[in-house]
């Protein structure tokens, strides 16, 4: 692997098992799964095929981005929501 390729790829790893952490199944199931899925692809050598599993690894970065804000987000909404709802029933 080109040492460049081979930087990107580490720092994927590092990221997804940072963002792993809280994963709603638990880190050690996202640990786990992210080690197969890394290991699965440790003989691909076509440098377009590594960039192609990289962008692939972001696109994975993102989905779960999106996944913790919108947990947190229902969260939040649903602690206001509650909130004036049993106010609105209580004054009704």
Known sequence: MANPLRSEVRQLYKNL??????????ADYFRERLKRAFMK???VTDPKEIKKLVDRGE????ELEALYYLRKYR??????YEEELSAVLNIG
């Open 17 to 26: 098992l940072f963002l792993g952490r809280e994963y709603p199944k638990g």
């Open 41 to 43: 692809n440790k003989d």
């Open 59 to 62: 696109f994975v970065i993102k």
């Open 75 to 80: 969260a939040m909404k649903k602690r206001y």
